[in-house]
C-alpha cells in the first residue's frame, strides 16, 4: 500500500503512538525543510522567510523560478496523523480568502515513517482557507454534547483521512477530494507574488 493510499484509510485515533515522540516544533521544521527541499528539486530558488524572520509574515517560504515567484505556507503532520491543525483565527469571525492572491500557496506535509514515504499537497490558500470556513460554519451551526452551543476558539482542524463512519464532513476525506493537489508543483509555476487576485 503507498502512503498516498493509506492516508484514505479511515481515521482511528487523533494521535497514533509513533507520531507522540514528535514536539509539534520538531514537525513544523521538518514539513518547511521538506518542503523547501522539494522546491529546490524542481527548480525553485528559495529563502526561508521563518527562519530569517521569526514567524513576522503570513508565509514561511518566498521562492522564485524565472518570471514566477511565490509565497509558501506549510503545515505538517507527523506519522500516522494525517491531520493538520490551523490556528491563529480570530474566534467569532469568518475566515477569509477572498484576498489571497494567485501566488499564495499552502504545501501539507504528511510526513511518513521514512522520508521517501512523505506526501505534498500544494494547495491554493484560498482553497485551504475556504474550505476551513466551510468546516468552521459547518461545526458552528451543529450541536454539541449535551445539546451546547459549540465555541469557536480559532482553531481548526482538516484531516486527509475519512471518518471510520462513513459520514462525510467538510474537513475529512482529504486525501481523495484534493487528490488533484498531491506533487502539485507546476501549479506554482503561474504564480507571480506581486499581483494580487481581483
Request: aromatic residues 10%.
Amino acid at each position: 500500500m503507498t502512503r498516498a493510499e493509506n492516508l484514505q484509510r479511515p481515521v482511528r485515533k487523533a494521535m497514533p503512538k509513533q507520531s507522540r515522540r514528535f514536539s509539534a516544533q520538531a514537525i513544523g521544521a521538518y514539513g518547511e525543510k521538506a518542503a523547501e527541499a522539494e522546491l529546490i528539486r524542481h527548480g525553485w530558488v528559495t529563502a526561508n522567510i521563518n527562519t530569517s524572520m521569526k514567524n513576522a509574515v503570513d508565509f514561511d517560504i518566498f521562492a522564485r523560478k524565472g518570471k514566477s515567484a511565490v509565497a509558501v505556507r506549510v503545515k505538517a503532520c507527523g506519522p500516522g496523523v494525517n491531520a493538520f491543525a490551523f490556528g491563529g483565527f480570530r474566534p467569532g469571525q469568518g475566515i477569509k480568502f477572498g484576498n489571497l492572491g494567485k501566488a499564495d500557496f499552502t504545501v501539507l506535509v504528511g510526513m511518513g515513517k521514512q522520508r521517501s514515504e512523505d506526501v505534498f499537497y500544494v494547495v491554493p490558500t484560498r482553497i485551504v482557507r475556504k474550505r476551513i470556513d466551510t468546516h468552521r460554519t459547518y461545526y458552528l451551526c451543529k450541536r454539541g454534547r449535551g445539546g451546547n452551543q459549540r465555541k469557536d476558539l480559532g482553531w481548526w482542524t482538516l484531516h486527509l483521512a475519512d471518518l471510520k463512519s462513513g459520514e462525510d464532513r467538510p474537513s475529512y476525506g482529504l486525501a481523495d477530494k484534493w487528490k488533484r493537489y498531491l506533487d502539485n508543483w507546476t501549479a506554482l509555476e503561474g504564480g507571480r507574488a506581486n499581483k494580487r487576485r481581483k
